[in-house]
């Protein structure tokens, strides 16, 4: 059984440009997490999807950042117009159920660098 | 605000010790507790968890001390090898009504041989 996959693993993108951050879910997981972690730092939270569904979107920045978890295919982290502060580890979560944080497996991140 | 304050930032301990990572928290409403362990590269993985019904969890050298009262909760290490050597973070979530786990800033320990 496949663990949460993200990719890709490391994304180069100069300022103005978009990065796009895929994460593909354990088999049978519903639900998705996006999680950014700055370097020395924890991570925090940043999004919650069901299929087709944004549930939780505290975390996210008000502008630039947009996530989805379509039907078909993997959820995206949609990040517009990159800046240097953008420069982050970010890692998805997938659980079999949602609520607080119980069982939750991560994936390898993925380490986005805006030059 | 950070939620959940975790230190040290880093530990140095032979092989053989036991390193103690400390968190606190302020929300009373938290009553689920994981601390998850996250090597060079990789995403964290879940490593050991408690509620506050209980005041100490321990799964093999793993062991989660939890103080209700003072909102403390530590990891103890027993036996520490090179191997774990990895970063720590502790976490802490509510059940019911929010959907996201706080985690601590984490705890960079080197276990020397």
């Known amino acids: 059984n496949a663990g949460v996959m993200q990719n890709p693993r490391h994304l180069v993108r100069r300022r103005g440009q978009e990065a796009r951050l895929r994460c593909s879910p354990m088999k049978g997981h519903s639900h998705v997490y996006w999680y950014r972690q700055l370097p020395e730092e924890g991570l925090k939270f940043m999004v919650y999807l069901q299929k087709e569904n944004i549930i939780d979107e505290s975390g996210m920045p008000k502008e630039r950042f947009s996530a989805e978890f379509p039907k078909e295919g993997p959820s995206i982290l949609r990040i517009q117009q990159v800046v240097r502060g953008d420069s982050a580890a970010y890692f998805c979560?997938?659980?079999?159920?949602?609520?607080?944080?119980?069982?939750?497996?991560f994936g390898s991140g993925t380490q986005l660098s805006v030059l | 605000q950070q939620q959940v304050k975790q230190s040290p930032q880093s530990l140095i301990v032979q092989k053989g010790g036991i390193p103690i990572i400390n968190c606190a928290y302020e929300?009373?409403?938290?009553?689920?507790f994981p601390w998850y362990q996250q090597f060079p590269g990789k995403g964290p993985a879940l490593l050991i968890a408690i509620r506050p019904d209980v005041s100490e969890k321990k799964e093999g050298r793993f062991t989660i001390s939890f103080n209700k009262s003072a909102k403390q909760f530590s990891l103890h290490i027993m036996d520490s090898q090179p191997g774990d050597s990895a970063t720590y973070f502790c976490a802490a979530s509510m059940q019911t009504g929010a959907n996201n786990l706080f985690f601590g800033t984490g705890t960079r320990l080197t276990v020397i041989p």
């Open positions: 929300n009373t409403a938290f009553d689920y």
């Open positions: 979560a997938s659980s079999p159920s949602g609520g607080g944080g119980e069982k939750l497996f």
